[in-house]
T-cell receptor
Framework: EPEVTQTPSHQVTQMGQEVILRCVPI?????FYWYRQILGQKVEFLVS????????KSEIFDDQFSVERPDGSNFTLKIRSTKLEDSAMYFC?????????????FGSGTRLTVV | GQQVMQIPQYQHVQEGEDFTTYCNSS?????IQWYKQRPGGHPVFLIQ?????EVKKQKRLTFQFGEAKKNSSLHITATQTTDVGTYFC?????????FGAGTRLFVKA
């Protein structure tokens, strides 16, 4: 079964450093998403991406965050100047359509720890 | 903004008992999705409901979408230990899907 692949599985970074989280969505999917989940809490929407541009973003997704699809397969989330409160599990997801007709396939996540 | 509320937050059941989690949206939804997340895992898509009043079944799981398309429920009949995890409803609107807080199910053998 097709999978969404995320790397690394765990990232530890010092406060103030930049991190890039990588995702390879399912090849025939057109819509891509980043969600985060602080330990034990709900899954929070960050951003959706379609046709090489951001479709929608949440209030969490401020100037500290950016997304990019540098080539035909990778989808990245960059966090500039990380803060302690950025520590969370970050999930990438993809879907064939905008979610109106299909569910999302989530990757296994990257656990980001900011120290 | 759109909010999706889910209750209860936790549910402890004895194996074989039934379980229900309820989801309510502050706005009318175009569809509702349900996901399951095992401890330490990632959300896994279970099902999507689109039509008003829709009911779908997957083995022991029954999903309902309210007539007003603002609420939904997931009912598990005769829980098993493999059902443990957190069940999230998620309401779609635009280019995003907003997750409820989830109901964590504990099943005692």
């Amino acid at each position: 079964e097709p999978e969404v692949t995320q790397t690394p599985s765990h990232q530890v970074t010092q406060m103030g450093q930049e991190v890039i989280l990588r995702c390879v969505p399912i090849s025939n999917h057109l819509y891509f998403y980043w969600y985060r989940q602080i330990l034990g809490q709900k899954v929070e929407f960050l951003v959706s991406f379609y046709n090489n541009e951001i479709s929608e973003k949440s209030e969490i997704f401020d100037d500290q965050f950016s997304v990019e699809r540098p080539d035909g397969s990778n989808f990245t989330l960059k966090i500039r100047s990380t803060k302690l409160e950025d520590s969370a599990m970050y999930f990438c997801a993809s879907s064939e359509t905008s979610g109106m007709n299909y569910g999302y396939t989530f990757g296994s996540g990257t656990r980001l720890t900011v120290v | 903004g759109q909010q999706v509320m889910q209750i209860p937050q936790y549910q402890h059941v004895q194996e074989g008992e039934d379980f229900t989690t309820y989801c309510n949206s502050s706005t009318t939804l175009s569809n509702i999705q349900w996901y399951k997340q095992r401890p330490g895992g990632h959300p896994v898509f279970l099902i999507q409901l689109v039509k008003s009043g829709e009911v779908k079944k997957q083995k022991r799981l029954t999903f309902q979408f309210g007539e007003a398309k603002k609420n939904s429920s997931l009912h598990i009949t005769a829980t098993q230990t493999t059902d443990v995890g957190t069940y999230f409803c998620a309401g779609a609107g635009g280019f995003k899907t907003i997750f409820g807080a989830g109901t964590r199910l504990f099943v005692k053998a």
